[in-house]
């Protein structure tokens, strides 16, 4: 049998043991709850970084995981609303897709990144790049905002944007624009005419600037004489005809000009020896 006083030694020691280990639970269960509280005052404050450095390493304390990730989305929010409104469309988007991405949307992020993608694709119509911005816009709702007529006054102005060519009379036409905040479309016109056919000048070449679009037409004062001439579009070619009553014009035709021209549609060199007519 052992020794009486080893054994009241060994109860002495696990009594001790015990009672520093409630000792210690409890002082650290204090300091926990302490930084717990700091940690809520800071978030109720809008420090959302303070708070999440504070209770982000107390393991599974109460609910300290799920504050510490919630205090990071917001974080990632503010981030996120602050490139939005500094411009930065992508960055913000890619931190809006994050917080869109779990089972629960974060507040109202979904909403904000159709904002920043909104803005994006007017940025895009301002710098006249109208295909992506018209990629941009068709992954909207239709019903946000005025979506759905920023993609009607883009296909519009797609339909003139390109490089065009009037085989008949040998005439290249290149038309490049843009869409204003408010939504108009503004165009811009070079004509070059391989045979002086306009005015009876070689390599004549006419320019117009900011010509606004109406739907499937424009008007343009070619030869600043103060005769207006209406382009029009439909059916993938544009004619071009002088705006005068009392006459029977016959107008120019463009089509779209190939990337790379086919010689089953004869060589663009091809004199017009029986050209007699013009722009009218």
């Not at 911005?133 to 759905?148: G, H, R, V, W």
């Not at 010689?263 to 007519?277: H, Q």
């Amino acid at each position: 049998m052992k020794n009486p006083i080893v054994k009241v030694l060994i109860i002495i020691s696990i009594a001790v043991v015990f009672v520093l280990s409630v000792v210690l639970f409890a002082v650290q269960n204090k300091e926990l709850r302490i930084k717990y509280s700091e940690a809520v005052a800071y978030a109720e404050s809008g420090d959302y970084q303070t708070a999440y450095d504070t209770i982000s390493n107390m393991g599974e304390y109460r609910d300290s995981e799920e504050l510490a990730q919630n205090y990071q989305n917001e974080i990632e929010y503010e981030k996120a609303v602050s490139l939005m409104e500094s411009g930065d469309y992508d960055a913000a988007l890619e931190i809006f897709s994050v917080l869109n991405s779990g089972d629960t949307i974060f507040k109202d992020a979904r909403d904000l990144a159709n904002e920043a993608q909104y803005r994006k694709a007017i940025e895009l119509c301002s710098e006249g790049d109208l295909d992506n911005a018209f990629i941009e816009f068709k992954n909207l709702p239709y019903s946000f905002k005025d979506t759905q007529k920023r993609l009607d006054e883009l296909q519009n102005a797609r339909n003139f944007i390109g490089k065009w060519y009037s085989k008949e009379y040998q005439i290249d036409m290149d038309i490049t624009g843009k869409i204003s905040a408010e939504n108009i479309t503004y165009l811009d016109v070079v004509i070059s005419d391989r045979n002086g056919f306009l005015l009876g000048t070689e390599d004549y070449v006419l320019r117009g600037e900011d010509l606004v679009l109406d739907v499937d037409r424009f008007t343009w004062d070619m030869f600043d004489d103060g005769s207006r001439y209406a382009v029009q579009y439909s059916d993938n070619h544009i004619d071009i005809v002088r705006l005068r009553s009392g006459d029977s014009v016959e107008p120019v035709r463009f089509v779209r000009k190939l990337t790379d021209y086919s010689g089953i549609d004869g060589s663009l060199n091809d004199s017009m020896d029986d050209v007699d007519g013009g722009v009218r």
